[in-house]
């Protein structure tokens, strides 16, 4: 699973703290494209990245009862994810799959727009409608990518990629 174009953030950045903060936009993103595979296959299903002391994974696990060793309080505001994930998971069926990745594509559109909504509605345009420019640009900003194969021999491949763009 691949959220992308990273390039478009970097390139964007004029100063250091705004790589920073789309770095951390990204990692949340990120975060918000795992949570759906955990909560249904648990932390241990990823291959990339490990989810150990990953701040924003402790946080989902304390919130579900789970203790957990604490990062530094420094290292918690890192945006310590990649914009991708491996996760191996076990079910026979593709549509299963199918289904689980559209949940986490879905899940990243959604913060996408909440996200660009909130900032629009805080700024000094607070008082205008939000235009439908800005849903078309921030369904345009973004995509997400994945692929999943069998690992059975003589098994149904589920997809070569799948695609969200809204």
Not at 11 to 38: E, F, M, N
Not at 83 to 102: C, H, K, Q, Y
Not at 104 to 130: H, K, M, N, P, Y
Request: glycine residues 6%.
């Amino acid at each position: 699973f691949s959220i992308g174009p990273v390039q478009t953030f970097i390139q964007q950045a004029r100063k250091t703290k705004d790589l920073y903060h789309g770095s951390a936009l990204l990692s949340h993103l990120a975060w918000t494209a795992i949570r759906p595979v955990a909560e249904e296959h648990g932390p241990d299903a990823f291959v990339f990245p490990n989810l150990h002391a990953q701040p924003l994974a402790d946080g989902w696990l304390e919130s579900e009862g789970h203790s957990v060793l604490r990062s530094q309080s420094d290292q918690q505001r890192l945006p310590t994810l990649p914009n991708r994930f491996f996760a191996i998971v076990d079910t026979g069926d593709p549509a299963a799959i199918r289904a689980l990745m559209r949940r986490s594509q879905e899940a990243v559109a959604d913060e996408w727009e909440r996200i660009g909504r909130g900032v629009f509605e805080t700024s000094a345009l607070a008082s205008v409608d939000v235009p439908p420019a800005l849903t078309d640009h921030l369904s345009d900003a973004l995509s997400t990518y994945w692929a999943a194969v069998a690992l059975q021999p003589g098994s149904e491949p589920v997809t070569a990629n799948g695609t969200l763009r809204r």
